[in-house]
Antibody, heavy 120, light 106 residues
């Protein structure tokens, strides 16, 4: 079964840091672009970042550039999101997702999500 | 930045047909994808490349494209189809999601 499982979310103070992880199973992880997508409480979906199969290309939404870093370890079938200088507006459920097309479209499957709350 | 526009809500009675639209200037040049999200759950891909249906998705889900608008059609709506639906497409600056449409089954 193709599966993604996120972990690492929690409550953090503004300005703090958090590292999210996504464990992949059931498919050849190293063959796919991977993305992080977030959803603020009661809001829609927002793409956050993605990374090429070998980690050589990474892209970010403008609002997180310079603060978030996406990475992957293909030997461990794992995706990561290092989040620094967190702000209240970063509060959201963070999902990892496999990019089926390699064209930043067609995300399937998605993990169950991990909640990040930025508050003092 | 690129935007995809969806109606905030659509309501239908069971057995009727629901149509959810998504408009964007780049849609004539780029495929659209559709996701279903039920409360407390992760999104699920229901339509890819404008009109293709992934395995396991019921046949009542279909997609179409015309100019700058794509449409998700759910024929014979069932109570279990009540959910939020999001379109997705891309332009040169990256991928973007529509604002989402809440489908209510009356």
């Amino acid at each position: 079964e193709v599966q993604l499982v996120e972990s690492g979310g929690g409550l953090v103070q503004p300005g703090g840091s958090l590292r999210l992880s996504c464990a992949a199973s059931g498919f050849t992880f190293s063959s796919y672009w991977m993305s992080w997508v977030r959803q603020a409480p009661g809001k829609g979906l927002e793409w956050v970042a993605n990374i090429k199969q070998d980690g050589s290309e990474k892209y970010y939404v403008d609002s997180v550039k310079g603060r978030f870093t996406i990475s992957r370890d293909n030997a461990k079938n794992s995706l990561y999101l290092q989040m620094n200088s967190l702000r209240a507006e970063d509060t959201a459920v963070y999902y990892c997702a496999r990019d089926l097309t390699g064209q930043w479209l067609g995300f399937d499957p998605w993990g169950q999500g991990t909640l990040v709350t930025v508050s003092s | 930045s690129y935007e995809l526009t969806q109606p905030p809500s659509v309501s239908v009675s069971p057995g009727q047909t629901a149509r959810i639209t998504c408009s964007g200037d780049a849609l004539p040049k780029q495929y659209a994808y559709w996701y279903q999200q039920k409360p407390g759950q992760a999104p699920v891909l229901v339509i890819y490349k404008d009109s293709e249906r992934p395995s396991g998705i019921p046949e009542r889900f279909s997609g179409s494209s015309s100019g700058t608008t794509v449409t998700l059609t759910i024929s014979g709506v069932q109570a279990e189809d009540e959910a939020d639906y999001y379109c997705q497409s891309a332009d040169s600056s990256g991928t973007v999601f529509g604002g989402g449409t809440k489908l209510t089954v009356l």
